[in-house]
């Protein structure tokens, strides 16, 4: 089992920033992929942003390449997200998740992540 807690949503107006952090606990070892998920009112959840830990690859949904980063610290069981110059179209409950995966399939969002947090919301406002 692994358990993540988020934290680090709030709102902010349009052209600033937020960091997301998604710490893990307990059978982290087995967990090779993380990411970012989110999902906003009347909409499905999307993937955002995943990365496979033991290698370092990365996945980003079109809308915020360039804006967000994921990055990870092994020693602290982290995975953040920095988002820059958020839009009000970044309004969501963004959720961490975790799951053990072959290969790059880290990315195939498409398949439901096992493990997830609790959500942190981030409102952007115009």
């Known amino acids: 089992q692994v358990q993540l807690v988020e934290s680090g949503g709030g709102s902010v107006q349009a052209g600033r920033s937020l960091r997301l952090s998604c710490a893990a606990s307990?059978?982290?070892?087995?967990?090779?992929?993380m990411g970012w998920f989110r999902q906003a009112p009347g909409k499905e959840r999307e993937g955002v942003a995943t990365?496979?830990?033991?290698?370092?690859?990365?996945r980003y949904l079109d809308s915020v390449k360039g804006r967000f980063t994921i990055s990870q610290d092994n020693a602290k069981n982290t995975v953040y997200l920095e988002m820059n110059s958020l839009k009000p179209e970044d309004t969501a409950m963004y959720y961490c998740?975790?799951?053990?995966?072959?290969?790059?399939?880290?990315?195939?969002?498409?398949?439901?992540?096992?493990?997830w947090g609790q959500g942190t919301q981030v409102t952007v406002s115009s």
């Open positions: 998740a975790a799951d053990q995966r072959a290969g790059g399939y880290c990315h195939t969002w498409g398949v439901k992540y096992k493990y």
């Open positions: 307990g059978d982290t070892a087995s967990s090779n992929c």
């Open positions: 990365i496979q830990t033991d290698r370092g690859s990365t």
